[in-house]
């Protein structure tokens, strides 16, 4: 159990951060398509019968960088570049899952998350990748807040604006397979982006937003696991339920409230 | 104070036989300009006429197809120093209304070519900030989201923002559209005083003909060409601005 609230902090604390620029920079379908791309490396790690998470790592960030190098040759719209790396990666996980001759239980607990038989060695990959994360937010805050609020004003400033896309992309895709372990490939997405929009609702300054986020996620992450300890349900589903319902309270709060 | 020591006598900014095309339509056509320190330079011309191309090209933004520019004496290819350059971008390219941003993490982000990365914001940077604030009039409003000011402030916020790295120069893309009259006023007045007590070279593109002949020290004429440069008196005299817009003009003339 302790595992697993170590797991679900780390998880809890990096994807809200990674969830609030994305949302900002309106690319909330990027962690939606790396989660489906990463599935194509986990199910390529099972057949291969080497460690599935090393596969959707390496997966992920094939499929990052291939999505930002689309994505700033400016040769597709946004979405349509998404839209064919979360199909591509799908269809490349669905042929590889039927070679293995179909689903099987470490697989289902790929697609929709076991925070509670976190295993060590997962652990230890989970607390590195999120150190890392949390390192490269926190060490480059003010520069990704730059390229988020005025990308253009940040090129002239100096700032190295394409590699800090990139690094967000990486970012986004090293995320995407911590949390994949938590609330499962399906549910990724929603981790990063709902509490991140939550916050959006309540939003006083950029720092009260990231601050916002983070204990949305990390209540949600805490709710999720204890309701689903004593009832017995899928600990991804709950989490993501108990985001929702933040979600939908903030909504309220800020309807009442009125607008200063 | 922002007097430049190491390029007196030369010119801030050397534009020299600069052509653009968008695919096959020439925007830009052999352009050479110079701009002095302490300038108010006013850049005119109707559209499509290449006023924001050459703006965007003299920051870097943009590659010209031919020809080259120098800031502060050297080759944009090897200008590191953007401190020195502050830009204020037109407002509709800038942000989206909604951005969760206090006016003072905005301004506060123009000094983060400065502070160097993997660094946190320091004292300097916070102390920068709020003077910038302060010249433009807007200190009381630090804690505001920025969605939540009027385009003026909005627009003071912006030159704020490019103000607190203590630029030399100062660039400003069409900053008057969607302010009213009044906010206009204080602007110019802004812009006025910067460049007399603080003596920082403008270059201000603009559509708004009338105010900005009165305003700037030095007037540009660009239709693809440099049609003309010399002061606003002269601009007159020689009739090169009604030549430039012939019928705009005569609208203008008429609202009067």
């Known amino acids: 159990m ?83 790396f979360l199909s591509g990666g799908f269809a490349v996980a669905v042929v590889l899952i039927s070679l293995a001759r179909g689903f099987n239980v470490d697989l289902f607990s790929y697609l929709f998350g076991a925070i509670t038989v976190v295993q060590p060695r997962d652990l230890w990959v989970i607390v590195l990748l999120g150190l890392v994360v949390l390192g490269a937010v926190t060490l480059l805050s003010k520069e990704l807040f730059a390229i988020t609020f005025d990308e253009e004003s940040a090129r002239v400033q100096g700032l190295p604006v394409d590699i800090l896309n990139l690094l967000l992309t990486v970012l986004v895709a090293v995320t995407v397979v911590v949390a994949m372990r938590i609330v499962g490939i399906l549910l990724t997405s929603a981790l990063l982006v709902i509490p991140a929009v939550t916050a959006l609702r309540l939003a006083r300054s950029f720092r009260t937003t990231l601050v916002v986020a983070v204990a949305c996620s990390l209540v949600s992450v805490l709710v999720g696991m204890i309701v689903s300890f004593y009832l017995d349900i899928a600990a991804g589903g709950a989490i993501v339920l108990a985001a929702l319902t933040l979600f939908g309270a903030a909504t309220l709060a800020r309807r009442e409230k009125p607008r200063r | 104070m922002t007097t430049p020591v190491t390029t007196y006598g030369r010119p801030l900014v050397e534009v020299t036989d600069v052509s653009f095309s968008y695919g096959d339509e020439r925007v830009l056509d052999h352009v050479t300009l110079q701009i002095q320190s302490g300038d108010f330079l006013g850049i005119i011309g109707p559209n499509g006429s290449g006023k924001t191309t050459l703006l965007r090209i003299i920051l870097g933004l943009l590659r010209p197809d031919s020809g080259r520019v120098r800031l502060f004496g050297t080759d944009l290819a090897e200008f590191r120093e953007w401190s020195r350059v502050g830009y204020v971008p037109q407002k509709a390219v800038a942000f989206e209304s909604l951005f969760p941003a206090s006016v003072f993490e905005v301004v506060l982000s123009g000094r983060c070519g400065r502070a ?25 409003y630090r804690d505001r989201l920025i969605g939540r000011l009027s385009a003026g402030q909005q627009q003071r916020v912006f030159i704020a923002r490019a103000l607190a790295s203590r630029p030399e120069l100062l660039l400003l893309d069409e900053p008057t559209v969607g302010v009213d009259l009044d906010a206009q006023e204080q602007f110019y007045s802004l812009l006025c005083r910067l460049n007399r007590d603080m003596g920082t070279t403008m270059v201000l593109v603009s559509h708004d003909i009338a105010v900005i002949a009165q305003e700037v020290t030095q007037l540009a ?36």
Do not use: K, W
């Open chain 2, 116 to 140: 160097g990365v993997g660094r946190r914001y320091g004292a300097d940077d916070r102390a920068m900030s709020v003077r910038a604030l302060e010249t433009v009039g807007m200190i009381q």
């Open chain 1, 2 to 84: 302790q595992r697993a609230l170590l797991a679900g902090a780390i998880i809890g604390t990096i994807a809200p951060m990674i969830g609030v620029f994305l949302v900002l920079r309106r690319l909330s379908l990027i962690a939606d398509t790396l989660s489906h791309v990463a599935l194509a490396g986990v199910a390529g790690g099972l057949l291969l019968q080497t460690y599935p998470l090393a596969g959707a790592l390496v997966a992920a960030l094939v499929g990052a960088v291939g999505i930002e190098r689309l994505r700033t040759s400016g040769r597709l719209f946004g979405e349509a570049a998404l839209a064919i």
């Open chain 2, 221 to 256: 004429c660009l239709n693809r060409r440099l049609v003309f440069h010399g002061s606003p008196d002269e601009a007159m005299r020689s009739g090169a601005v009604e030549h430039m817009y012939r019928a705009e003009s005569r609208l203008v003339a008429h609202r009067h």
